[in-house]
């Protein structure tokens, strides 16, 4: 290996495995890799110090304030998502400006959350487990289920409904004209949209919030949500009073994905692991971190 980096700094968790990050460490000749999350912008100007690479996952952010104290950098690489600026919690922006370069990765760990969401679902559907939706177990077939989002995410999970028999209808900023004909689903506006389903799936990008007040009143009762975005794609007063009618259910794999204020509610479920990292995630996540420092120095 002929060209790299001076000095690499993992100032997070990277989330993968042990053997890839012993991979990543090769290409500098100083690497520190930090077990833990860094508590403020100061803490990680602290471990950056005068590294030119840095790796970080999706918990941490690197600011404006950062990027003009560390002079040094040169690469910051993601070990997580990157979808556009405005939703990326590196200032992808100010990055650019001082010439320094920042890549992410993309569809990873998908077939691990479609996976997580039809689990889920049957287990509340069919009563296995803390509750049951209806009175009687429900199945899958000829159930009407909207996904906000249509990325790769969510046309992984029309596909599925679809093999489940489900009627499936979506919402996306750009309408899928190919996804319709290949999967054989429908496209509607918001406000058609949330009265047609009786399961929505939000499958939005990170901090993007569609459904407040209004939304939850079209949407209606005896429904269920599940979300699979990073963040909530709900307001969160608005979710409380909606959760406070019968029927009315909220699932997500964590925590930071439905909001903490209402995980402790008795129709909300949460498994607290995030559902897109199986082993086999992190090696796709892995091998995707490693090609864009490749491509970087090859450069």
């Not at 403020?40 to 110090?49: A, K, M, T, V, W």
């Not at 679902?121 to 909207?146: C, F, H, I, S, Y």
């Not at 949460?270 to 090609?291: D, P, Q, Y």
């Amino acid at each position: 290996m002929t060209k790299q980096f001076r000095k690499m700094v993992a100032i997070e968790p990277t989330k993968l495995l042990p053997e890839w990050n012993e991979k990543l460490k090769a290409y500098a000749t100083e690497s520190i890799f930090y077990s833990d999350i860094p508590q403020d912008s100061q803490e990680i100007i602290r471990r950056i110090g005068d590294a030119d690479c840095i790796m970080l996952s999706f918990s941490s952010e690197i600011n404006q304030e950062v990027l003009e104290a560390c002079p040094q950098i040169r690469y910051i690489g993601m070990c997580c998502s990157l979808y556009a600026p405005e939703n990326a919690n590196v200032d992808i922006l100010t990055a650019e400006k001082m010439g320094i370069a920042v890549t992410g990765v993309r569809d990873y760990g998908d077939e691990g959350v479609k996976e997580y969401v039809i689990s889920e679902l049957v287990g509340l559907l069919q009563g296995n487990g803390p509750a049951m939706w209806k009175n009687d177990a429900t199945e899958l077939t000829g159930l009407k289920v909207g996904i906000l989002g249509m990325g790769t995410l969510g046309s992984l999970l029309a596909e599925t409904f679809r093999f489940f028999n489900s009627e499936v209808y979506y919402y996306s900023r750009t309408r899928k004209i190919e996804l319709e004909e290949k999967y054989d689903i429908n496209y509607l506006e918001l406000q058609q949209l949330l009265p047609t389903v009786d399961i929505l799936i939000t499958s939005l990008s990170k901090n993007t919030v569609l459904l407040k007040e209004q939304e939850f009143q079209l949407f209606g009762n005896e429904k269920i949500l599940f979300n699979v975005s990073l963040t909530p794609s709900h307001d969160d007063g608005a979710v409380k009073q909606w959760l406070a009618q019968p029927g009315n259910f909220v699932l997500g794999d964590t925590a930071a994905s439905v909001g903490e204020t209402i995980t402790e509610l008795d129709n909300v479920f949460v498994s607290n692991r995030n559902a897109g990292m199986t082993s086999l995630a992190k090696e796709r996540l892995a091998k995707k971190v490693i090609l864009n420092i490749e491509g970087y120095l090859a450069d």
